[in-house]
């Protein structure tokens, strides 16, 4: 069965103060690793989709790495706005999509 | 262009009763796929729609059935309901199904169940 597992479920984090964020993961033929961020009372807003080892995307404060057992979500010089659960997920030869249980992340001003 | 779209936003039901929730894709995505979220659990995979046959279905009891009509729009019933069913109801939509594909979710609904 496929596992994806977050660390640190939470996190503090003062303003300007770089962190990882973690994603590692047992699948049989990964299909496609998606990192999501949600706000509290909403549905999870897409961020990256990374397929292959090596690759790295990025947006704005985001970048996010695979690896072929880990990716990271790497966020450089937080802004409270930043505050959010980050989810990782990733497709394997089932077609399923597999949630780990996410990142909460407390940006402190 | 708009987003996935869901409804209701809310809704409290008593247990034994049934809900039906419904979800309008983005245009143009034939794909849909429904999950649940708890506390406890996270983000658990219902089921998948595509071109109004299910690709795929996760480990819920048969309760949980769903559908998707011509148009792509879906709709997701759970009947005899119980207490642990309140959970916040998610559906996503991709353009085609499978491999690789990126889903976007709409913002849930919301169910309790006293």
């Known amino acids: 069965e496929d596992q994806v597992t977050q660390s640190p479920e939470a996190l503090r984090l003062q303003e300007g103060e770089s962190s990882s964020l973690n994603c590692s993961y047992t699948?049989?033929?990964?299909?496609?690793l998606f990192w999501y961020r949600q706000d509290p009372g909403k549905g999870p807003e897409f961020l990256f989709t990374?397929?292959?080892a090596g690759e790295e995307k990025e947006k704005e404060r985001l970048k996010a790495t695979l690896t072929k057992k880990e990716s990271f979500l790497h966020i450089t010089a937080p802004k409270p706005e930043d505050s959010a659960t980050y989810l990782c997920?990733?497709?394997?030869?089932?077609?399923?999509?597999?949630f780990g249980k996410g990142n909460q992340v407390v940006v402190i001003p | 262009k708009a987003g996935v779209t869901q409804t209701p936003r809310y809704l409290i039901k008593t247990r034994g009763q049934q809900v039906t929730l419904s979800c309008s894709p983005i245009?143009?995505?034939?794909?849909v796929s429904w999950y649940q979220q708890t506390p406890g659990q996270g983000l658990q995979f219902l089921f998948e729609?595509?071109?109004?046959?299910?690709?795929n279905k996760g480990n819920f009891p048969g309760r949980f059935s769903g559908r998707q009509f011509s148009n792509s729009r879906s709709e997701m019933n759970v009947s005899t309901l119980e207490l642990g069913d309140s959970a916040l109801y998610l559906c996503?939509?991709?353009?085609?199904?499978?491999?690789?594909?990126?889903?976007?979710f709409g913002e849930g609904s919301w169910l309790t169940v006293v």
């Open positions: 996503a939509s991709s353009p085609e199904s499978g491999s690789g594909n990126t889903i976007y």
């Open positions: 699948v049989s033929g990964l299909r496609g």
């Open positions: 990374l397929y292959s």
């Open positions: 997920a990733v497709r394997s030869g089932n077609n399923r999509l597999a």
């Open positions: 245009s143009g995505h034939r794909s």
């Open positions: 729609y595509f071109s109004e046959t299910q690709r």
